[in-house]
Each structure stands twice: as C-alpha cells, then as structure tokens.
C-alpha cells in the first residue's frame, strides 16, 4: 500500500511550540492525497474538536492522539473506550511508565515517542537495556504497541536506528516511521522559531538543545517518507494499518449531560418546578392569573420539560435562592433569560417580560433545539461565593470551569517578533501604531495593503511578514471569566480537564462544549449591584424599611438629572456618546431608557436620526400596515429591538414564535438559503391574512436591514432597570451612593478623581482617614460628607486593613506610638505607617505629621526591641545595652503645600 498517514503532529495548541495551524494542516494532508491524519499535541487534547471538524470538511479520516508527559509515549485512539481513556490521562496530568497500574489502556494504541521520549533518551544515553525493560513491560498493555523511529536528518536520530531495529526485533514490536510535524511546510520553521523564541522569552539567534534543529518537520508525502526511510517502506506504509484501526466514532453526544436536582420529599421535579412557578405568579401578579399569564407560564414550562431543562432551572432558582438567601447581590436578568416568565415567577430574575412584552422563545426555541443559556449577574466581591456554593453542592469532580485561549494579536505580534527577532524596538512601535490608526480589530493584512513605508522600508515589510505568519496563534490558556459546567457524571467522563491555578478547566472551549452536552453556566461579577448594595446598606442605618425594590418609578427629579447629561456613575450610561444620546432622547420612562441603550450599539447607531426624527414628530409618522403601529409604535416606526423582528414575522405571517426567531437568527447570521426559504413563507402568510405582496416585501425587506443588528431587548430591559437604579440612588442619595460608587473604583486612580469631582459637583466634602473611624470603603458619616477608606490608600494593603479592623475590635488606640506598639508588625509595616500619617489617619490625636513621619521608625523599633526582650533566651544587641531611642522632641507641622502634595500622593486625589 503505496500510502502515508501522520501520526505524529503537535498543532498550535501545543502552545508557542508548534507553527501548525490545523486548518492548514488539513488541508495539505488532503493536497498529498493522504486520507487520514493524527493530531497529537503534548499532554493536551485542546485542539481536538476543531481537528475533528476540519478533517470533516476536508473528507479526512480524523485520528485523535497526544503526546504525553513527561514521558513522550504517543497514545493514539483506536476506538471510543480508548479516547474516554485518553481523556482520563490527559486530565490526570500526564503518564508516567513508572506507575502503569494507575492507567487503563484499552482501546489505545501505543507508540514509544520522539526525540523527546524517555526511550529515545535512554537510548542516546546508552541504556539500551533499560529501554528494553520498559518496552517489554508496557507493550502488552496496550491494544497494539510500535517502536517509534524518525529521520529528520539528525545525527542522533541516524544514530540510534539500529538501535531501535534490534529492539524491534527482540521485543517483536513492529516498527513505525513518522514525521514529527510541527508545521506545514519547510516554510513554517522560521515561524516555528519565532513561536519558541517568544516562549521562551529569548532571541531566536539563542539556542536550546531541545530547540528543533532544521526544516524537515512539516507534513511530507509518501515519496518524501519513503526517501527519509529508503530501506524501510514497511515501518513508513504500516501507518495505513494503523490508521485503519482507528476508529472513534464520536467525541460525545449532544444528549444533555446536568445532575439530577434533588429535593427532598417531592419525587417529581417538573410538579415541583409547576408549583413554584405558579406561587411565584401570584406574588408577582396577584392571586387572580389572568389568562394570558396562565397560557404563556404553562407553554413555558411544556418546553422547559420537553426539552429536558426541568433540573437545569432548579439547578439555576437553586443557587440564585442561595445567593438571595445570603444576602449576595443578584441582577434582575441579563441577555435573552430575563424573557422568561418561568424565570421571573421562580425569582431567577426580576424584570417582568409581561410588562415589556418579552419573549420566552428568544431564550428557548421550541422549534431549534439548542441548550439554554442562563447569564446571572452577581456583586462582583462576592461572585465567588456562589461559585463555591455549586462546587460544594454538586462536587469537585462534577463542576468545571471553561478553557480559553489567550492568542497573539496584531499589536502583541509585532512587538513580541521584533523583540525576539533582534528587530529595532522603533521599528515595532512605528508599526503598531500605524495599526492603530484601523481601529481596535485591525489585522495585520490592514497593514500589508496599506502603507506607504512598504515600498521604501525593507525591514518593516520583513517584520510585517513575520509578525503577520504569527498572528493569531494561542499563546496560553486561561479561565474563562464566567463560565462554568455542572455535570452528572464526572466532568472527564465527558471532556478533557486541565489544571489551570488550582482550578480545574474543561480543555474544550466554550463553542465546543453545547454540541458535547455540556450547559454552561455563568456566574458573572457586576460592579454596580455592588455599588447598589452598598448605597442601600448606608440608607438603611437611618432608614431602615429602604430597599432596592421600593424605589419608586419615574421619579422626575431622576429623569431630569439624566436629560441634563449627569450621569457619572449611573449604569451604562456613563461614556460621552451615550450622554448625548439621553440629552437629545430627554427620557421621562424606563421605557426610553431602555431604548437608548438599545440604540447605542454598532449597528443600530445607523437608525438614531430616525429614530429621534420620529420621537419629535410622532404624529407624522406613516406606518405602511397597522401592524407596524402596533409593534414599532415604542420606537417610533424604526425596528431596534430582535424581539419586533420575531413580533411582525408573526403577526404578519402567522409564523410561530420559534419560527420567526429562525428567520431572525438567519437574517443575523446573514444565512441566505434559510433567509430565501423564510421569505417565501413569509410572503405567503402575509397574503393569507390579506396583507398583499407588495407591502409584505417591503416588509420583509425592512426587517432584513435591521434584522442583522436588532438588539437584544430583555438585555436592554434588565440593565435599564438597573441604570435607572443608580441614576435614582444617586439623586437623592449622593454620599451614600458617591462613597459606594468610589469604593468601587478606587484601585484606578482615574476614576477615583472622576468620582471625587463628580461628588463635590453634589456640594460632598470628603474627610481624610481615620484610623479609628475608617472601613476598608469609603463610607457617608453625614448626607453631605463622605470619609476616605483605607482601601484606597497607596502603602497600605489588605493584609494591613484587616489587622487595622481586627486591632480596633480588640484594643484602644490612643496614639500613633500606640497604634505601632499594639499592631502585627509582621501585617502593618513602616512603609503602611507612613503612608497613614501622610494621608492623615493620625490627625486626631493632635500630633503634626511631620513630628510623626520623624519617630515612626523608632515606634517601630521600639516594639521589634520589646519583642526581642519577650522571647525567652534571646541574645541581641539590645539587651546589651542597645534600647532603642526613647526620647521625642516635638516638631511643627509641615507647611501646607507639603502636607497636601504628602496626601494626594498617599489618597491620589487632593481634599
């Protein structure tokens, strides 16, 4: 059989390794007419669904391998048990020839490893004995096991040979060649270097001995296999074998993979979900339902069930009630879940998709079966607690959190390949700033057509080229910021984990994980629910029936604030555009609220002059069909929200919800062969209901415009609910909201003087710290004065607030030389004193800072010499006579331009 397969290829996703892109390595595996190819990236399975996906396109028979650490065994799958076997070893961090018993090998096919294998390397370093040991000891554990050998023109690999054709024979392990390929073409070696350069933070002129030596480790032909081996066709054409004995058949299904939500004494989850949804109906609506509530919470829990998703919404009511149990900020919804009435009547949300006609199908389609995705809001400092909560409930093994790829960038690319290439840093900075002038998402290909330094530079045209083979290569692999998976079943009975600082991380990214059965969950942190929580805390300290839920709506003094254009601090209105978009919008409901947030948006920014056209002259307006009035009249006959796509496709054309959120996914994912199906449907249910064809083109093809950037409106309706939260809070609330809104955004030096100034524009005075009064927040002590937290202290650290809290709860500070004698000096440093005097957190004990600043190091002193007194049988120098200076002479205060500079520089903002 006059054929090769590769079995032996490490792909971008051994990360800054390998220069293979997998599409391309496809593609040329398809180009030299061979019909199967392996992916084997070290230790890591990450690269296996796009490989699988692209071997499917291109009508290639996909191979699922790995490398694996440390010691270099290639595994590859030979059936599905030896891929859910793989999946163990990879997640387990590696395989080891020393601890066999630990591995279940069944299903794998086994192959002793490249260059940097343990038995290549017992071999180079003569302990061809030891290597046998190992061969015949691990051989008949696997399905089928080969002697690996390769020829890349290496002494070492010519080398030892002979070595592995005796070991073949004496062992009776069949030989196999392979390339070990890490990238395309001989091309792809200088990228491979640049890659590892960049790894290693290194010059590529600076060599390791593990570096790969030339440009022979691309995807070869058979020929090209068969002339690196020329007496040896049979080890090169056993591939073939190989690769026929291959065969995963698939990577998982699409079956749903959730726990079972227990609850204890109620047998049947979806009465009990029924049940909650109904009591939560009248709390929300009253005890009398009317009809259409009852008709569209009985729909929703049909497809809920139909679907499977029953334990899903108990898995999520679940940890909300937890979070609200515990008194952990929750949002009111965010993106498409806040249009479930099931979720609303549960608590899962708190904005009333009744009220600003919501749809459940926008979140849930009936009609196109794709896992639910529930977005939850948390106060971001305490997010995590709820993620704790999950893990404890559901276990460790059965909880993950997602992959993702950090990859090279245009900017990072052009400056990390003029760094490692020797390149002149001006000429890196010149580039990258000549991208930046194509705005955010600019590609290199930008500057490759553009330029007038291209015919004249031939450097930056050669740092362009490199820069531009590197681009979007990953180059670490993080967490996801939100995302988690909740399993019934150990998570790698399902997906490869990895360990990724002492979280453990599905190696599959997020796109990967739906198709595998795998919900994702996430559990987002919002600094503004925090900001929220803690305005209504100080409220509460002298009004205590206040609450977040009772703030009344439409206050005009509120609105009135926004149409003037004050919105520093308020939620999601803070940038100038959208500031000028309230001031021309002048809204007077959360309705318009909701809409400007809606419209400022790319895309919809096009239809902002209609849409304020309109809004001054509603009256002139000219719907072509009542139909329009009725779903468009809210913004003013212009189309901004996806749910009037869905609304007009179906009264209309009679088109089930489910339908028409198909056509509106097909007009946004610009879907043309569904597009031109839905249209004919569309056009056909118009003239059943005597809507002629003319105006249900125009029609249609209205919706389309807009259709590709309509906006998501239960989004819109969540988050405007909460700007005009924050816009109404800080109104009427101003300290307390401004000493909550600061807290937040104290780290930033730039926010803090942004929040500074926007408070004292509210006539607040700010007070310095006080070491006996301050928190770790900013907090109001009267309605028009807000005192400095220690948080926002520069010098002064986490570990020093709590010991400052704690210190106070357990003794009285009576004075600076006090407050050192009495603290952990090991948690309060000198440098944390210092800071404290300077920023003023002493001035209450009438002693100047400059006095203080002169003898904070003798306090310190001080106390490390009473320590050293305390400790039974210590021998220093202070107990030879060597007390520290005791004696204080008192000095006058520093001018005040010195006192101020010495406290903006420790509060960064002058008061």
Not at 352 to 366: T, V
Not at 492 to 498: I, K, R
Not at 788 to 814: H, M, N, P, Y
Not at 899 to 907: C, M, P, T, V, Y
Request: some cysteine; proline content about 4%.
């Amino acid at each position: 059989m006059k054929n090769f397969v590769h079995l032996h290829a490490k792909t971008e996703y051994t990360l800054l390794t390998s220069a293979l892109r997998i599409k391309d390595y496809v593609k040329r595996v398809k180009a030299l007419g061979q019909t199967a190819a392996a992916v084997t990236d070290r230790g890591v399975l990450y690269g296996v669904p796009e490989f699988i996906n692209a071997c499917k396109r291109e009508g290639i028979k996909p191979i699922i391998g790995c490398e694996t650490t440390p010691d270099g065994i290639l595994l590859l799958c030979k059936n599905d048990t030896g891929y859910k076997n793989l999946i163990k070893i990879s997640s387990g961090g590696g395989f080891h020839v020393t601890d066999l018993n630990a591995y279940d090998l069944n299903g794998l096919i086994g192959l002793s490893g490249g260059k940097d294998s343990l038995i290549n390397r017992l071999m180079l370093d003569g302990e061809y004995r030891e290597a046998k040991k190992i061969i015949t000891k691990i051989k008949d554990l696997f399905d089928e096991f080969y002697i690996e050998i390769l020829n890349h023109g290496l002494r070492e690999e010519a080398a030892v040979l002979p070595l592995y054709i005796r070991l073949s024979n004496e062992t009776e392990c069949k030989l196999c060649a392979t390339n070990d390929v890490c990238y395309t073409d001989k091309d792809g070696y200088e990228t491979e270097q640049i890659l590892t350069a960049i790894r290693k933070n290194r010059s590529v002129m600076q060599k390791d001995p593990d570096d790969i030596k030339n440009d022979s480790y691309y995807v070869k032909s058979y020929d090209e296999m068969i002339e690196a081996f020329p007496e040896m066709a049979d080890a090169v054409e056993i591939t073939n074998e190989i690769a026929e004995n291959c065969n995963v058949t698939s990577i998982g299904s699409s079956e749903i993979h959730l726990p079972h939500f227990e609850i204890p004494g109620s047998p049947n989850n979806k009465d009990f979900l029924s049940a909650l949804c109904h009591k939560g109906a009248k709390k929300r609506y009253g005890e009398n339902l009317n009809t259409e509530i009852i008709n569209r919470l009985n729909f929703e829990l049909e497809t809920i069930n139909n679907m499977g998703l029953t334990d899903y919404f108990l898995i999520v009511w679940d940890f909300v009630k937890f979070a609200k149990t515990n008194s952990i900020p929750v949002g009111p919804g965010r993106g498409s879940g806040a249009g479930s009435l099931a979720a609303f009547c549960t608590g899962i949300t708190n904005t009333d998709p009744i009220r600003y006609n919501l749809l459940f199908e926008r979140f849930l389609n009936p009609e196109r079966v794709t896992l639910p995705d529930f977005d939850i809001d948390f106060g971001d400092e305490r997010r995590g607690e709820v993620i704790d909560y999950v893990i404890n409930k559901y276990g460790v093994d059965y909880t993950a959190g997602i992959v993702t790829f950090g990859t090279l960038a245009a900017k990072n690319s052009i400056r990390d390949v003029c760094r490692v290439t020797g390149m002149p840093y001006s000429a890196g900075d010149y580039l990258a700033k000549e991208l930046s002038k194509f705005g955010i998402n600019a590609k290199l290909s930008d500057l490759k057509i553009n330029g007038e330094w291209k015919e004249t530079d031939p450097q930056l045209v050669k740092l362009l080229s490199f820069a531009e083979k590197c681009e979007g290569f990953p180059k670490n692999a993080s967490t996801h910021a939100a995302g988690i998976v909740i399993t019934d079943k150990p998570v790698t009975d399902y997906v490869p984990t990895v360990k990724n600082n002492d979280m453990t991380v599905t190696q599959y990214p997020m796109t990967e994980l739906e198709a595998l059965g795998l919900v994702k969950m996430d559990f987002l942190g919002l600094k503004a629910l925090t900001v929220i929580d803690d305005t209504v805390s100080a409220i509460k300290i002298y009004n205590k029936n206040f609450s977040a839920d009772k703030i009344p709506e439409n206050d005009p003094e509120t609105y009135r604030m926004l149409c003037l254009g004050d919105t520093a601090g308020v939620f999601q209105f803070e940038s100038e555009g959208i500031t000028s978009l309230l001031r021309r919008v002048n809204p007077s409901c959360i309705e318009d609220l909701i809409a400007v947030i809606a419209l400022y948006r790319p895309g919809p920014m096009d239809s902002i002059p209609s849409f304020l056209e309109n809004r001054r002259r509603p009256r002139e307006i000219r719907y072509a069909h009542p139909i329009l009035r009725e779903v468009l009249a809210e913004t003013y006959d212009v189309i901004v929200y996806q749910e009037q796509v869905m609304l007009l496709a179906r009264k209309m054309a009679s088109f089930t919800l489910g339908r028409a959120d198909i056509l509106r996914r097909a007009m946004s994912k610009k879907k043309t062969d569904v597009m031109e199906h839905e249209k004919s449907a569309f056009i056909e249910g118009c003239k059943k209901n005597n809507i002629g064809e003319g105006i249900a083109l125009d029609i249609f093809s209205q919706i389309e415009k807009f259709a590709s950037y309509a906006f998501n409106k239960s989004h819109a309706a969540a988050y405007a609910e909460l700007s005009y939260k924050t816009a109404y809070l800080k109104r009427h609330f101003p300290a307390e909201f401004f000493a909550a809104q600061i807290s937040a955004f104290c780290q930033s030096s730039t926010k803090l003087n942004f929040y500074v100034n926007a408070a004292r524009r509210f006539n607040i005075k700010f007070l310095p710290p006080d070491i006996l009064t301050s928190e770790r927040k900013f907090k109001a002590v009267t309605r028009d004065t807000i005192l400095f937290g220690f948080g926002a202290l520069k010098g002064v650290g986490d570990i020093a607030i709590d010991e400052i809290l704690s210190l106070r709860k357990r003794e009285e500070i009576t004075s600076c030389e006090d407050f050192c004698a009495k603290c952990d000096a090991e948690a309060v440093s000198r440098q944390t004193v210092e800071s404290l005097i300077q920023a003023g957190a002493f001035d209450r004990f009438s002693v100047s800072r400059r006095h203080l600043m002169q003898y904070a190091a003798m306090y310190i002193d001080n106390v490390k010499w009473q320590k050293m007194r305390n400790i039974s049988g210590q021998v220093s120098i202070f107990e030879s006579g060597a007390k520290p200076q005791t004696q204080q002479k008192f000095l006058p205060e520093f001018d005040e331009p010195t006192k101020r500079q010495f406290q903006a520089d420790i509060l960064g903002v002058i008061i």
